[in-house]
């Protein structure tokens, strides 16, 4: 019996067209497939449309309205393919991870850095690649596929702006490669017995504040005043100027921990945080209640917290334990 995938189109380079203004997403789910005529012999596809928008103006509110069609439609398929933009695909991925945990069914991510209907294009490889990897047996949770390279829906980021392989998984292995069709795994995942576990809200009052040399501290009071948690992108392993800690350290005597939220990560790539290394990192978690990334990605990190803080009335160790609590391996430690 064929598989039976379903098809979600969002907008994206993928199924974009040049314009005298430049490429703006415009292919119909119908015309995006239509590229791939041969695929239809092997599996069952159905194509819906969920929007057409360039990936820059995708917001949490998409996120949302991507996993409740996953919610409608999970018992009617065996898989999910999500054609998406790639300058935002890693943030959807992590979200889609936490909106959608244990899911015994594949929800994969493509994109291209090529419209689809270019004469030379990486799209109709990437889209390919994606439909043969849903409809495998083996394959469960939210991947991105891109290039040949299946990556974890918590550990991708786009790390080239215009080459075919756009994307990376950091501080964890990709999961598999797709050569001419073939699935070749190098990780096997654990499938859920009891799963999907569904989630419907986010709190968008998440703050990234990305730290610079000079940087002066004066909005800090504002910032602190309008989010409910402010994630500081510093340096190194997780270093603070001191006078930036000076006035971070008066803002957050005014609140509880479970009132503001402070998460660290850092500005490099790969190794992830360690902020008890240095005097200027240590002085801040000794001192105050703060939350450390680790090795997650940025993009993991900051959909993770929209979706723990979109639960009122939690207490501070609450907090704490579903943040440091691993989900679809967004942290090994």
């Not at 599996?43 to 928008?53: E, P």
């Not at 929800?107 to 004469?119: D, H, N, S, W, Y």
Request: hydrophobic residues 40%; glycine residues 6%.
């Amino acid at each position: 019996m064929k598989k039976k995938l379903l098809i979600m189109t969002t907008g994206g380079t993928i199924a974009s067209v040049m314009t005298p203004s430049g490429l703006i997403p415009a292919l119909s789910s119908e015309q995006l497939m239509s590229y791939l005529p041969e695929i239809g012999e092997d599996f069952q596809l159905t194509t819906r449309a969920l929007y057409s928008l360039d990936s820059t103006d995708v917001t949490p509110e998409h996120w949302l309205t991507i996993a409740e069609e996953i919610r409608k439609s999970y018992d009617d398929f065996d898989g999910f393919v999500i054609c998406h933009g790639t300058d935002t695909m890693a943030y959807t991925a992590a979200a889609l991870s936490y909106l959608v945990q244990d899911s015994p069914k594949p929800i994969v991510l493509t994109g291209a850095q090529k419209p689809i209907g270019f004469e030379i294009t990486d799209a109709k490889a990437n889209l390919r690649d994606s439909i043969i990897y849903a409809a495998d047996a083996e394959s469960c949770g939210v991947q991105i596929v891109f290039d040949g390279e299946v990556i974890l829906g918590t550990r991708a980021k786009k790390t080239k702006s215009l080459s075919y392989a756009a994307f990376s998984s950091i501080n964890y292995p990709v999961l598999a490669s797709i050569r001419d069709g073939r699935i070749i795994r190098y990780i096997r995942q654990e499938q859920a017995g009891a799963g999907p576990v569904f989630y419907d809200r986010l709190n968008t009052k998440v703050f990234l504040l990305k730290i610079t040399p000079g940087e002066l501290p004066t909005l800090l009071p504002e910032i602190f005043r309008v989010y409910d948690c402010v994630i500081i992108e510093s340096f190194g392993v997780g270093g603070i100027p001191d006078s930036l800690e000076s006035a971070l350290f008066r803002e957050l005597k005014k609140y509880r921990p479970e009132e503001k939220i402070l998460a660290m990560t850092t500005q490099v790539t790969y190794e992830g945080s360690h902020i008890e290394t240095y005097e200027v990192g240590r002085k801040l978690k000794d001192t105050f209640s703060i939350l450390e990334a680790k090795d997650m990605t940025l993009e993991a990190l900051l959909t993770k917290l929209m979706w723990i803080l979109a639960d009122e009335g939690q207490s501070w160790e609450e907090i704490c334990g579903r943040f440091y609590r691993p989900v679809a391996a967004d942290t090994l430690y």
